[in-house]
């Protein structure tokens, strides 16, 4: 199907929609504003997938958890748990995504790594809510092209209760969490869960192991104060296989590691592999001491390493990260009459560590490597930003919204090594030096809500995202490049929200402009580095879609439709940026069958439309269309049991197709895998 008749078949499915009225939007967010926000009554493009459908998905990776949701793609990397995510941006490993935990940060913003979800426990997810464009003036650097918040443990339960679910699939997959959740007493209660999976993989070289762990404890101190604790970890190790050069390797369902000289011979001189630890805790005291005022006080300690071998580089050097943070989150809510005022602050302070070295001596693209460390320094990270959110209620249906957020960055940074060229030349030392980042971002809005059943809004954002510490300190030799700038972006957005009685409509426009792009461009033999570009233009439509169409039958649509472009930028010109397809849409049939109660089954099918491969536009990649079906039974009560087939077709196709020093680099799509398990809960 190409991109016309998938637009043409999401608009249809739309316009289907509108043939009922009264209609009540009871989901709710907690990310915009940090505290429970009706989604229908926010001047903003949200949404929330909720517990009942993320169960129904089974999620095993983080492509599960989001590909349903309109203009989001999420596709998985060569290691299982890695990823990259496209949200009204080109599919890339770029710092324009905020992610969180419960409203956490996962990552430093001086610190972003585009595995980000992988610091999550995703697989122990209840819920998670994408916020697109750039956030409110809650949310600072990253949080250009979406925040998204992984929504891990419920509130505890109030009477104990426990529950195991093991499930398991093809190619050597198992999996297996436990929960239990209990109240200690009137005023306190805990939740704790764990989950284990395996996966030996359809290919060589791929397996993984993972583990995540959930915590949280509530504390009602007395009625003017409460304390909620939560602490949240993930251990993934997983193998790293790499790209095919050659397309008929995915035609042909080659279940080889890669096809890269390179990286087989790699393999027998290192341990390609990717592992990531993390562990986060969150003390947050919520005091209501003074009416119709709220103070929320989170302060919070996170702990990341990210090791792997860069399969990407022609001599695969091995990667070593380690960053250390405590943080703290305010807010202060008034409400008045006329609307409520947000001011607070964030502040974090992040220790880092980065080696970057040679395994094995090699020569590769002209150039020779020897066995030692290539980069070994240390950076001391500190960012704090206060902020005003306001909101104004013009008159019963009109509401004006606006905010400011200012952000200090600063870095700290000291080489452990010689400063210059490391012995191969194609990478340079800086010596040890400060870099400070300010910024101010304006945000503004406004909704008009002329009955229950329509709203409508416009709004401006400003964002921007300050440069990486490896962008600014790993840097490559003989390119002139030695600071970066921030980037700015500006976003113009409208929307409209409509109720059909059962049914629900969300249409929504964006333009984007990001200036001072900091853009990866290709240097001498295969060296790749970092500069600020011209500027990049990003625009497009939103549609989600949900309808009733019998007591049995529910649908939904979620579709989108985008130009990403650079703009006068000095090698790329008016291009439009790889990985970008203009089309990407998610189809949903569920069926819950009134004769067999408790059962829900649903149909699935993924569009993603075609798109260049490089960014001089010279090769270009069809895209690829795949379809599920996913069953939850609820037995009784307490056993429920489900099950899913992924890519029902066998479909063979790439999830990224990139085109690179005159070679091709694809990432095969899995093949068709079956899953099933079990749920008992006493």
């Known amino acids: 199907m190409d991109q016309k008749s998938a637009m043409v078949l999401a608009c249809c499915a739309i316009q289907a929609l509108a043939a009922d009225t009264v209609y009540t939007l009871d989901a709710v967010s907690v990310t915009a504003y940090r505290e429970e926000e009706n989604v229908f009554l926010q001047p903003h493009s949200i949404d929330v997938k909720k517990s009942a459908e993320v169960n129904l998905d089974q999620v095993i990776s983080q492509k599960d ?8 793609r999420v596709e998985q990397t060569n290691d299982g748990s890695g990823h990259m995510t496209s949200v009204r941006m080109s599919l890339s490993t770029n710092p324009y995504y905020l992610f969180l935990q ?5 990552q430093s913003s001086g610190f972003f790594n585009h595995n ?21 003036a809650l949310y600072g650097s990253d949080a250009v092209a979406a925040t998204i918040n992984v929504i891990s443990a419920a509130e505890p339960s109030k009477t104990p209760m426990s529950s195991v679910r093991i499930d398991g699939g093809s190619d050597g997959y198992g999996a297996v969490a436990v929960e239990n959740s209990a109240p200690i007493d009137a005023k306190s209660g805990y939740r704790i869960g764990v989950k284990y999976n395996h996966n030996d993989s359809w290919r060589e070289h791929n397996t993984l192991d993972r583990f995540e762990l959930n915590g949280r404890y509530d504390y009602l101190i007395d009625n003017d104060n409460s304390i909620k604790v939560l602490l949240s970890g993930a251990k993934t190790n997983g193998e790293q296989a790499g790209d095919f050069g050659n397309y008929a390797n995915i035609e042909n369902g080659s279940t080889a590691a890669s096809d890269k000289s390179d990286y087989l011979s790699a393999l027998t001189k290192t341990d390609i592999r990717r592992q990531y630890d993390t562990m986060r805790l969150s003390a947050e005291w919520i005091n209501y001491a003074w009416a119709d005022v709220e103070i929320s006080l989170t302060p919070y300690i996170r702990y990341n390493r990210n090791r792997y071998v860069a399969t990407w580089e022609p001599h695969l050097p091995r990667n070593d990260s380690i960053q250390q943070s405590v943080g703290v989150l305010e807010k202060t809510t008034f409400d008045y009459d006329w609307g409520k005022v947000i001011v607070g602050f964030d502040t974090e302070y992040t220790q880092a560590q980065q080696k970057y070295m040679q395994d094995f001596n090699t020569t590769a693209s002209g150039k020779t490597y020897i066995v030692g460390p290539i980069f070994d320094y240390d950076v001391d990270y500190f960012a704090i930003s206060p902020y005003l959110q306001s909101e104004y209620r013009l008159s019963q249906t009109m509401i004006f919204s606006g905010g400011v957020r200012f952000d200090y960055n600063r870095f700290d940074y000291r080489n452990n090594l010689s400063i210059g060229q490391d012995s191969s030349t194609v990478y340079f030392r800086p010596g040890n030096r400060s870099d400070d980042f300010t910024h101010l971002s304006p945000k503004l809005s406004l909704s008009y809500l002329p009955n229950e059943s329509l709203y409508l809004y416009a709004r401006y954002a400003n964002g921007f995202r300050i440069p990486q510490a490896t962008q600014l300190y790993s840097q490559k030799a003989n390119t002139s490049v030695s600071e970066l700038n921030p980037e700015t972006s500006d976003t113009y957005e409208i929307g409209v929200k409509q109720r059909f009685g059962k049914h629900f409509v969300e249409l929504g426009s964006y333009y984007m402009t990001i200036d001072d792009t900091i853009t990866r461009y290709n240097g001498s033999g295969s060296t790749k580095y970092y500069a600020n570009g011209g500027s990049t233009i990003h625009q497009g439509i939103e549609a989600s879609a949900s309808a009733v169409l019998t007591d049995e039958v529910e649908a939904k649509v979620s579709y989108s439709y985008s130009t990403h472009k650079y703009q006068n930028d000095v090698t790329y010109k008016n291009n439009d940026m790889a990985s970008a397809p203009r089309t990407i849409t998610n189809t949903r049939l569920l069926y819950s069958p009134n004769g067999i109660k408790g059962l829900a089954m649903m149909g699935e099918w993924q569009y993603i439309g075609k798109y260049w491969m490089d960014d001089e536009n010279t090769r270009e990649y069809n895209g690829y269309s795949i379809g599920n079906v996913k069953v939850d039974y609820k037995v009784r009560n307490n056993l429920s049991v489900f099950g899913k087939v992924n890519n029902i077709t066998d479909k063979r196709y790439a ?22 398990g079990l749920e008992y809960t006493w």
């Open 65 to 72: 958890l989001l590909n349903s949701i309109s203009g989001v």
């Open 102 to 106: 419960d409203g956490i940060p996962v």
């Open 116 to 136: 980000g979800l992988a610091f999550t426990s995703y697989g122990l997810a209840n819920s998670v809510e994408v916020l697109k464009g750039a956030g409110t």
């Open 655 to 676: 999830t990224r197709a990139t085109y690179e020093f005159s070679k091709y680099n694809y990432t095969p799509g899995d093949p068709r895998q079956f899953f099933a």
